[in-house]
Structure formats: C-alpha cells, structure tokens
C-alpha cells in the first residue's frame, strides 16, 4: 500500500468552525489531490498541487482552501464549516500528471 | 451530461458468474483510463489501467474503444470477494485530472 495516512480519520464540528485535514506521504510524490465523496456524485475534485507551494483548484473548491509546505504535507482548510461539507475527504498522491492515483483512507467529517 | 457515465447497478451475481461494466466517457481528449475498486468505507483502490490494445490481469479484462470512447471491465468465475463497487476513471486531459464516475455496485452471493 501506498504510505499516505490522512489525519483525522473522523471529527464532529459545529457549523461557522474552522477545520484543517491533514494528507501526508512517505513516497515523495509530487502530485497531491483532494477529493470529497457523497452520494449520488462520486468522487469530485476540490484542490490539487503539483508541488511545493503550487496549488490549483479543482471542480468543487468554493468554501476550501489548501497549503502545502512541504513536499510530504498537503492541508485542507474548511475556513467555516458549514452542513453542506458534510461528507468523507480522501486524499490521493501520484507520481507523475495524469498517472495512477492512490489515496488515503479517508476522513468522514461531519458538519451539525 | 456527466464527463464519465456508468450503470450504477447493482449488479447481483451468483459466484462463478462472469459479469461485464461499461462506461462511457466525454471527454475525446481523455488520454488515460483506469478501473479502480472501492470497497464499503474504504478508500478507492487501484483495479488495474486500461490500454487501448485491451488488457487481462487473471480473471479480469478491460477493454478500450477510443472511437465510442468507451471501456469495459469483464470479470470472469466471480468470487464473493469481488462485491464492490467499480468505478470507472479518465484522465489525462490537465493538471493531474482524473474524472471518476460515480460506481457500479456488485453483489456476488453463494
């Protein structure tokens, strides 16, 4: 399995709060993607990097922002939860544009 | 119209069976195609790529029709461990783009 482990694995928070999800990996690759999973939609894209301090939106980044620091760490921030992000986050690493992606196991977030 | 279409299911099969999906994607520019699998609350997995000249890993076989840009995944001698849900994938199109469909279920009983 791929090393990337995603912090937390679950969190209850309250509309109107801050929540930052943690993607880290252990396979240096420079590709690093957010996803978030609902019924009825499947897999959509939020944010993506394609290296230190390089970011770009994906299909669904209104309400989110990222960072990446390092090559290792990619963050997502919720800067005010609200129930409509209500959902689980997977995070996925790949080593070059457009290759296989690998994801994390994921964190199911739920927003009262 | 989404950019890749699957039959959501479910499929119900009983094992040994051998099952086919399809998929149709959008997208002509979509230069690369994947099979992943994801099982209940897990986090998707690669099944195997899709090549334009068809591909076979043991009892699975994907194919690719470029001109009705379209891919299919047979599974033959269906196992109970094989319930899941597949989801079709393209990419390839900008920045590390993939394009999921949203799944279909499979349900192999005894």
């Known amino acids: 399995d791929a090393g990337i482990t995603q912090s937390p694995r679950h969190k209850v928070t309250e509309t109107g709060t801050p929540v930052t999800l943690r993607c880290h990996q252990t396979?240096?690759?420079?590709?690093m993607y957010w996803y978030r999973q609902d019924p009825g939609h499947g897999l959509r894209l939020i944010h993506y990097?394609?290296?230190?301090?390089?970011?770009d939106k994906g299909e669904v980044s209104d309400g989110y922002s990222v960072s990446r620091s390092k090559t290792e760490d990619f963050l997502l921030t919720l800067e005010s939860a609200t129930s409509s992000q209500t959902s689980v986050y997977f995070c996925?690493?790949?080593?070059?544009?457009?290759?296989?992606?690998?994801f994390g196991p994921g964190t199911r977030l739920t927003v009262l | 119209r989404k950019e890749v279409e699957q039959d959501p299911g479910p499929f119900n099969v009983p094992e040994g069976a051998t099952v086919a999906f399809n998929c149709t994607y959008s997208?002509?520019?979509?230069?690369?195609f994947f099979w992943y699998r994801q099982d209940c609350r897990k986090e998707p997995k690669l099944l195997m790529s899709?090549?334009?000249s068809g591909n076979e890993d043991g009892r699975f076989t994907a194919q690719l029709n470029r001109a009705s840009q379209y891919i299919s995944l047979l599974i033959r001698d269906s196992k109970l461990s094989d319930s899941a849900t597949y989801l079709c994938?393209?990419?390839?199109?900008?920045?590390?783009?993939?394009?999921f469909g949203q799944g279909t279920i499979l349900t192999v009983h005894p």
């Open positions: 990097s394609y290296g230190v301090k390089d970011t």
């Open positions: 997208n002509s520019a979509s230069q690369s």
């Open positions: 899709v090549y334009s």
């Open positions: 996925a690493i790949s080593g070059r544009d457009g290759d296989t992606q690998y």
């Open positions: 396979e240096n690759h420079r590709y």
């Open positions: 994938v393209a990419g390839g199109t900008s920045y590390g783009k993939l394009t």
